[in-house]
């Protein structure tokens, strides 16, 4: 979700060389624990610039690149250490008339354990997967007849059963998608089934659910509330809750209230701590919900991955830029799962 206010960039920090990335902003280490995570030199560095509103980063973990979203030029951008910036997809999301003059594109992605690229497009309202053999199809837009608001944002179980969130800032934001009614009743955390075309709703506990992440061993989920985004007196915390024969999210409970700003997007990495977007960059929490670092960036912060060729390299979608800094730990979920058995297993390594 796009924040109204965001720093600016000095314009010295965009007359670098493209590939010189300057090390920039600051790391405010809170608790010890961070010692596991950081090394004390780490140091935050800006890949890219230019985009409108960077969005849902996902690693490719044979192709040795990163994808993430530009929402609002309806495209999915591909950056590597080789070839630095390019447009990977185009259309993103977004293949109508576009009558406000607006194309914004997919939003969340994520690929699954086959490495099939899957997209949360605002545009078309709809969940969709990349074809091996190419194309396009869509895998999710309705729900009892009824079309999704827009989705945002993505995880994959080990099951290979799909979660994603369906907060309404495609259909309330022109920048984010095209103002439309709202069909469904409320905004939903969803659990999709691939296999058998079962979607259910898992949690209507959120007012607007917006990034999710599952625990190390899946018996937790985290889901970020941004309705504070619009409304100063809604929630811009974190909730927990606890994933149900598999099935169902139960017991919601606030695990983190994030301060400045919302926790758009999130991630866990293998031991269970939080990373999670921010205001003003990421913020690390621990399982028990203790502050252990903020990583500032100069810019509003929408997401985060874990990725590189170790899996430990952490990369920043902020507003207009990319950024990455370089942790001790990898991520949790089948995206991370699979790079650990890759390196594992030379012969399944992954390229880069
Ligand atoms: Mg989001």
Same mark, same amino acid.
């Given at each position: 979700m796009r924040i109204a206010a965001f720093f600016l960039v000095s314009a010295a920090l965009w007359a670098q060389p493209p590939h010189s990335?300057? !090390?920039?902003? %600051?790391i405010v280490r809170e608790n010890p624990g961070l010692e596991a995570l950081l090394d004390k030199d780490a140091r935050i560095e800006a890949l890219e610039s230019g985009f409108d509103w960077s969005e849902g980063p996902v690693w490719h973990r044979t192709g040795g690149f990163l994808l993430f979203s530009d929402i609002p030029r309806n495209s999915v951008m591909k950056w590597s250490a080789a070839e630095g910036i390019s447009v990977y997809l185009k259309p993103s999301g977004y293949t109508g008339a576009a009558p406000y003059g607006r /194309?914004? #594109?997919?939003?969340g992605l994520i690929l699954d354990a086959q490495g099939r690229l899957i997209s949360m497009e605002h545009g078309d309202r709809r969940v969709s997967r990349l074809e091996p053999g190419g194309g396009k199809i869509t895998l999710v837009d309705r729900y009892e007849g009824k079309r999704l608001n827009s989705p945002n944002d993505i995880v994959v179980k080990t099951d290979g059963t799909i979660w994603f969130t369906d907060p309404p800032y495609g259909i309330i934001l022109p920048d984010e998608g095209t103002p439309a009614p709202q069909e469904q009743a409320g905004c939903f955390v969803f659990r999709f089934d691939p296999e058998t075309g079962d979607l259910? =709703? !898992?949690?209507? *506990? $959120? $007012?607007?659910?917006?990034?999710? !992440?599952? %625990?190390?061993?899946e018996s937790l989920m985290y889901v970020s509330d941004t309705s504070g985004g619009l409304d100063p007196k809604a929630n811009h915390h974190i909730v927990v809750l606890d &994933? =149900? /024969? #598999? @099935?169902r999210l139960e017991h919601p409970r606030v695990f983190k209230v994030m301060e400045p700003g919302v926790a758009d997007g999130l991630r866990v990495d293998e031991h269970g701590n939080v990373w999670s977007s921010a205001f003003d960059g990421i913020h $690390? $929490? %621990?399982? +028990? +919900?203790t502050d252990l670092a903020r990583i500032h960036v100069p810019e509003v912060t929408s997401n985060c991955v874990f990725g590189g060729a170790d899996g430990r390299r952490l990369f920043i979608t902020a507003s207009s830029s990319l950024y990455t800094i370089h942790t001790k730990v990898t991520g949790s979920g089948v995206a991370a @799962? &699979?790079? @650990? /058995? *890759?390196? *594992? %297993?030379? !012969? @399944? #390594?992954?390229?880069?």
């Open positions: 990335f300057p !090390a920039l902003g %600051s /194309e914004p #594109g997919s939003n259910s =709703v !898992a949690s209507d *506990a $959120i $007012i607007h659910p917006n990034g999710l !992440a599952f %625990s190390p061993d &994933v =149900v /024969e #598999g @099935r $690390i $929490i %621990s399982p +028990g +919900g @799962r &699979v790079l @650990r /058995e *890759a390196q *594992a %297993s030379p !012969a @399944r #390594g992954p390229h880069g």
